[in-house]
């Protein structure tokens, strides 16, 4: 009796219906840093940045980093106010604080080559001037956003063909590379030692082994058509191992298709965000879900 009254209370519980993802996007088409909450759509805001604007990073406090074409910025969580800003570069890609340190890092392609500049704090802030890696001997063209490994390597996408490269800023050599398909985007490392890569025209995301061998491919060319897909930058994986990708209408496509897409390991599209009044070109995104 004991137990059918646990299975009836069991029956009675409602699990509570996904009422969608809260996250921050840039939108590089319109010069705009976004914070999209699908269930309470008031919290939700837009703001005005500098265009070049591509990488996004969560700080504490409730602050966003972001990087500007000319620099970087700080931005708070709650209502998007810009709190410190940072100019006087040119060509900056990707933005990254690096917390063992307190420092800023900012990959820019500078006079034909890929520099990361170091921005040391000073008080609340960082301070424009630091140390410089310069690094030899990297195509800088196709350079878009830059990962740490735990070791503090860097990983980017660099060169033509395109490959994902591991760097050791303090050697200043490349300690590992792979070609994947595509343009490349942001390259991440798994927990399990494998690399996931967004591939951009080829819109996928690749999961590339030590040994290079491309082991899983999220969509690609096969699914175009069918999720409406043109180019696939900024990615993360969520906690249930699904990934949610921003799909960059450049090129063209302007509202042809969803800003944002989550696909499950059966590469099936499970959720999307799609709303061309809000945004243009979603290029980069940090999911929020937690309150």
């Not at 504490?60 to 106010?81: P, Q, T």
């Not at 043109?230 to 191992?241: I, V």
């Given at each position: ?182 343009k490349g ?31 899983k491919t ?67 995104l940090l ?5």
């Open positions: 009796m004991k137990t059918r009254s646990i299975l009836l209370l069991a029956a009675l519980v409602t699990v509570p219906a996904f009422a969608g993802h809260r996250f921050a996007c840039v939108d590089n088409g319109a010069n705009r840093l976004l914070l999209v909450d699908q269930a309470e759509p008031a919290r939700g805001w837009s703001v005005t940045i500098p265009a070049g604007s591509r990488d996004l990073q969560r700080l504490a406090g409730g602050r966003l980093l972001v990087s500007h074409g000319n620099g970087c910025g700080i931005y708070d969580l709650k209502d998007g106010r810009c709190l410190w800003q940072l100019e006087g570069f040119s060509g900056v890609q990707t933005a990254r604080h690096i917390a063992a340190c307190d420092e800023i890092m900012l990959g820019v392609i500078a006079k034909g080559a890929v520099e990361f500049h170091f921005l040391k704090r000073d008080g609340e802030w960082f301070q424009k001037s630091g140390r410089v890696v310069r690094l030899t001997d990297v195509e800088p063209g196709p350079l878009r956003l830059a990962r740490f490994t735990d070791n503090g390597h860097v990983l980017f996408t660099t060169g033509n063909p395109i490959r994902v490269v591991e760097w050791d800023l303090t050697a200043n050599k490349e300690v590992w590379s792979a070609p994947f398909p595509g985007y942001v390259a991440l490392r798994r927990a399990d030692g494998t690399t996931a890569v967004s591939t951009g025209g080829a819109v996928s995301v690749v999961e590339i082994a030590r040994d290079g061998k491309i082991t999220w969509l690609g060319d096969a699914y175009r058509k069918q999720y409406r897909l043109d180019w696939f930058s900024g990615f993360e994986f969520l906690p249930n191992g699904n990934v949610v990708v921003a799909n960059w209408l450049g090129h063209g496509a302007q509202g042809k298709g969803p800003h944002v897409i989550e696909v499950d390991a059966s590469n099936r599209v499970v959720w999307s965000w799609e709303d061309h009044a809000a945004a243009k070109q979603v290029t980069n999911m929020i879900d937690d309150k």
